[in-house]
């Protein structure tokens, strides 16, 4: 049957992104890099929707989605690091300090593998997020001038690469935007998400979105926080 392929062609897309953005990013084309992300990140979504509609999840297509995640959303923007920091630095080794978002990419999505608490949040920050906040740091720059030499200084690229890497792995439950009701009391806080990413895109274009993925992060420490104190009353 041909349909049981439509998710693994789709997954396949997903992966060929990532070699095409490692490419332009190696030869120094870092915007094709973080378009191809983009692009990416749409077909990793349609490779999940069209397995759910069509019910032919399988085993393949599983660890076949891992792997293409981790080219494109792991090791793609690894190399997006590694570009922008040798940019601003005569250094020849620090460039190699943002390699470290490949290598927890990768341990990110074995443990999301095997971890059988994620069915209704993440634990740890999802590869694609932390690739959109590395690849539209460029854009952040654009569009926030005085930013500049903050996101030049490789200093700074090196501590996003650490951070990043960290919340990849932390056992930081985050919200997750699967809607069982639409009621406003049961999703507040999914909605607050999209309302602020849906403010930061049309006011600041692709350089809001380090600035929605950081809100998606707060807010899900502040759910959690408030879900705690609920327990304890």
Known sequence: MIKKHIPNFLTSLNLLC???????????QITYGAYFIFIAALFD????????????HSEIGKELDSLADLVTFGVLPAFILFKLISKNTQLEYLPFFALIVGIFSAIRLAKFNIDTRQSDRFIGVPTPANALLICTLPFTE????????????????????VVMSFLLVAELPLIALKF??????????????????????????????????????????????????????
């Open 18 to 28: 990532g070699m095409l953005g490692i490419y332009y990013v190696l030869n120094g």
């Open 45 to 56: 979504f349609l490779d999940g929707f069209f397995a759910r509609i069509l019910k032919v």
């Open 142 to 161: 654009d569009r926030f001038p005085f930013m500049g030499s903050t996101i030049q200084n490789p200093y700074f690229l090196i501590a996003v690469a």
């Open 180 to 233: 069982k009701n639409f009621r406003f009391s049961d999703n507040f806080y999914r909605f607050l998400v999209l309302i602020i990413g849906l403010i930061c895109l049309i006011a600041f274009g692709l350089g809001g979105i380090p600035f929605v993925i950081i809100s998606y992060i707060l807010l899900s420490v502040v759910e959690g926080l408030m879900a705690k104190k609920v327990e304890k009353a």
